[in-house]
């Protein structure tokens, strides 16, 4: 079946950089967008960007401009979110998702998430 | 961007109840309306897609409606296992975006 499975948690400190990954299987890994969204504590669900697998292409949403990157590496079917600069406001589980289907583009299914501590 | 309202933010209801949570856009966005349920401490997954479309497996008493502006997600005869928070996300127009939630209490 379709997964993706990502990384486990991370403790940074403010100003740090940090990775998480999202790994697929169970499909054609260049063929379905992947998008990242982000959960705070407590707080509702935020779309940073996506990524075309096939291309590299990315997109993101304005307030994550420089401070994300997104990339992949199709040899492995995996995607990769880089967070820079890391504050407190960073602290967060991040998801990635599968987008599954050309047209309306919903997310299915998503990852267990990783939670991003940013303490001192 | 395109703004999600949702409304109410929170509710609580029973179980066996009927309920109904509201999505509004600040623009239209045709039928590129999804909905998402988060239960506590567990990861979001897709209900209903393309505004009224079931994912499959997801119970028949979730149903979905709307076009344009404004669009509802239904929940008939409340399960304990509904007790969750629910999201709405378009898919019209770049950057994708979520309403703030709705929480139902069960």
């Known amino acids: 079946q379709v997964q993706m499975v990502q990384s486990g948690g991370e403790v940074k400190k403010p100003g740090a950089s940090v990775t998480v990954s999202c790994k697929a299987s169970?499909?054609?890994?260049?063929?379905?967008?992947i998008h990242w969204v982000r959960q705070a504590p407590g707080q509702g669900l935020e779309w940073m960007g996506w990524i075309n697998p096939q291309s590299g292409g990315t997109t993101y949403a304005q307030k994550f401009q420089g401070k994300i990157s997104l990339t992949r590496d199709s040899s492995i079917s995996t995607a990769y979110l880089d967070l820079i600069s890391l504050t407190s406001d960073d602290t967060a589980i991040y998801y990635c998702?599968?987008?599954?289907?050309?047209?309306?583009?919903?997310?299915?299914?998503w990852g267990q998430g990783t939670l991003v501590t940013v303490s001192s | 961007d395109i703004q999600l309202t949702q409304s109410p933010s929170s509710l609580s209801a029973s179980v066996g109840d009927s309920v109904t949570i509201t999505c509004r856009a600040s623009q239209t966005i045709s039928n590129y309306l999804n909905w998402y349920q988060q239960r506590p401490g567990k990861v979001p997954h897709l209900l209903i897609y393309?505004?009224?479309s079931l994912q499959i497996g997801v119970p028949s008493r979730f149903s979905g409606s709307g076009s344009g502006r404004v669009f509802t997600l239904t929940i008939s005869s409340l399960q304990p296992e509904d007790f969750a928070t629910y999201y709405c996300?378009?898919?019209?127009?770049?950057?994708?975006?979520f309403g703030q939630g709705t929480k139902v209490d069960i």
């Open positions: 996300q378009q898919s019209y127009m770049m950057p994708r975006t």
């Open positions: 169970g499909y054609s890994f260049p063929d379905y967008y």
């Open positions: 393309a505004a009224s």
């Open positions: 998702a599968r987008d599954n289907d050309a047209r309306y583009n919903y997310l299915d299914p």
